[in-house]
């Protein structure tokens, strides 16, 4: 295994990952009802994911905007992280790696906060 260090590890780490979001009984329906056109959301999270780990510039879009119109649970953010662990760790090892798990870590933090409007025990409602 190696470590994420270009752009074709970043648009590996990206299809993997929304196949297993569209796999996954939970995340599947949400986040595809929220993404619409998958194409076009691969290649936006390709250039999110390059800015996160390389710095490279391209994105420019706000991250939130897409999901202020849907109702997440903590339950929802938590196996997004884990789905994004996981399909790090199926296919890389290294500092770039630890960093990406990290940075989604650090993101599903910014989410909850930034999204949430009103939340009880159970869920966060956006």
């Known amino acids: 295994m190696t470590d994420i260090n270009n752009d074709i590890c970043i648009q590996l780490l ?19 009802a929220m993404i619409g056109d998958s194409e076009a959301h691969l290649y936006t999270m390709n250039s999110f994911w390059k ?3 390389f710095g490279t510039p391209g994105y ?3 991250p939130f ?33 630890e960093e990406a798990k990290v940075s989604a870590g650090k993101m599903a933090i910014v989410f909850q906060n930034k999204l949430a409007r009103v939340r009880d025990k159970d869920r966060i409602i956006l």
Do not use: C, M
């Open 60 to 62: 420019t879009e706000n």
């Open 65 to 97: 905007a897409k999901y202020d119109q849907f109702i997440i649970t903590a339950r929802h953010l938590e196996r997004w992280l884990k789905l994004f662990q996981i399909t790090v760790d199926t296919h890389f090892k290294g500092s770039k790696a």
């Open 14 to 32: 990206v299809s993997n990952f929304y196949d297993n979001i569209k796999q996954d009984k939970l995340l599947g329906p949400v986040f595809f």
């Open 51 to 53: 800015v996160v780990l």
